[in-house]
């Protein structure tokens, strides 16, 4: 089992460069099998959950190739429909591959992606959807099977405004004949993503970003495309927080930083100094920081759930109390407890967590409880007097490609030990 050991204290200094986003390339390579060509996918990040994303493409019959961060993806041999569980459990989030088989297939067959760590993880929203679009869903045993009865654009609500959801009734749309309104649709910047991506294979696809996206289906699609992946917003924020924290000046680049305004602005009223350019931010700390109004978490352009433990470990060392309401995922606060052994006063209460400032952490031996709650250990570890050792990293290795490679770049004392 692989650790990360950080000798906390220094502050950092330099510059990082974001990479693409987790969240948009892996509906983006589900998507690649809708049109039956190859698509090369530039600035795609070298992540355990890309390699996932691609060992369910090579299942599918897929031809796969990977070079640097370009993927290719030739879908045209693709003769497969069922994803076998021990694929769907690598990663939660393969049930984004539903809408674009079924796309591709007429029928599909893969298990439930079941609860994860952030609690369960229902997909009811994407299962009612597709009936409504006129597929039949059997669920029994664990297993989904779905085959196309008789497939029809049509309006579609979405209660609240889920992410996956959102993704996966846009990818089987482009099947469906007439034209699909998502109305209350997610509008974070990988939807957007991913509507470029449809778009350049022929899709009729408009209005992400906004509250509905319109899908005009039944298209030819047989377009070889390329890709380039937007930046990944959540590591963008991940590296302004871990420098909040540590302290010091550093300049994140080749990011978007319309993307996460809602963190960078909360990072200015911790008393931080942001300098934001077209495509890089830079940051730098004060000598102690102040805690923040209270920080909810909300759909885009809320304040994104997936930035809420790396800020709250900057937070833990603010003058005064932070409160935090997590709305999004029930199970969003297990890396409190590793915090608190590094000395963190926290008080978690159903979906607040209550963080009082204290002066210092201290290094100790915690775990990763989760991909971002691990992103926040390495945050706290970083500021942390003395030595930090971080277990079960590979949920952090998940999301983030060699983080110890882009902390050591700031200037970091920050190692991994297999
Ligand atoms: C995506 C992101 C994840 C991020 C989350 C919220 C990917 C691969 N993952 O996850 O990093 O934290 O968005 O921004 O893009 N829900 C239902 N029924 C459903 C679907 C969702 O009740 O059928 C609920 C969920 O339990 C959760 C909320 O809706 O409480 C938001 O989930 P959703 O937006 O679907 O998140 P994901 O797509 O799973």
């Known amino acids: 089992m692989s650790r990360l050991i950080i000798e906390g204290g220094r502050p950092l200094e330099g510059s990082v460069r974001a990479g693409g986003a987790k969240n948009s390339v892996l509906p983006i390579l589900a998507a690649t099998i809708i049109s039956g060509s190859e698509s090369i996918i530039h600035n795609c990040p070298d992540l355990r959950d890309v390699h996932s994303a691609i060992a369910i493409l090579r299942h599918l019959g897929c031809r796969v190739s990977q070079e640097g961060h370009t993927v290719t993806v030739d879908s045209a041999p693709m003769d497969r429909w069922d994803i076998p569980d021990h694929l769907m459990r690598e990663m939660r989030s393969s049930v984004i591959f539903l809408g674009p088989i079924l796309a591709r297939c007429g029928k599909a067959r893969m298990t439930f992606p079941g609860g994860c760590e952030l609690g369960p993880r229902p997909i009811d929203l994407h299962l009612a959807a597709l009936r409504k679009l006129g597929v039949a869903i059997q669920e029994e045993g664990g297993q989904i099977t779905a ?133 890089r931010v830079t940051i730098q700390a004060p000598k102690r920081l102040r805690s923040v109004g209270p920080v909810r978490t909300m759909p885009y352009p809320g304040f994104p759930t997936d930035a809420q433990s790396p800020l709250m470990a900057a937070m833990c060392l603010a003058q005064g109390t932070t409160v935090f309401t997590e709305n999004i995922f029930e199970n969003r606060y297990r890396h409190c407890a590793e915090l608190m052994r590094m000395g963190a006063d926290i008080q978690v209460e159903g979906r607040l967590a209550l963080v009082r400032g204290v002066d210092h952490l201290t290094g100790s031996a915690v775990k990763a409880t989760d991909l971002r709650g691990g992103a926040a250990m390495v945050v706290a570890g970083l500021a942390a007097q003395g030595e930090t050792s971080i277990s079960e990293i590979d949920h952090i290795d998940r999301g983030y490609e060699k983080i110890e490679k882009a902390y050591a770049q700031l200037g970091a004392c920050i190692r991994r030990e297999e």
């Open 147 to 279: 085959w196309c009865e008789k497939p029809q654009g049509c309006d579609i609500t979405l209660s609240l405004p889920s992410v996956g959801a959102t993704e996966n009734i846009m990818l089987f749309a482009t099947a469906c004949p007439g034209v699909t309104c998502i109305v209350n649709a997610a509008r974070e910047p990988e939807i957007w993503d991913l509507q470029q991506f449809l778009q350049g294979i022929g899709a009729s696809v408009s209005g992400a970003g906004h509250h509905d996206v319109r899908i005009g289906g039944q298209i030819a699609l047989k377009k070889n495309t390329q890709h380039r992946v937007i930046a990944d917003r959540i590591e963008s924020a991940t590296y302004l927080c871990a420098c909040a924290a540590a302290g010091g000046k550093i300049t994140v680049e080749d990011t978007e930083p319309s993307y996460f305004a809602s963190v960078t602005q909360l990072l200015e009223e911790s008393g931080c100094a942001l300098q934001v350019g077209a495509d």
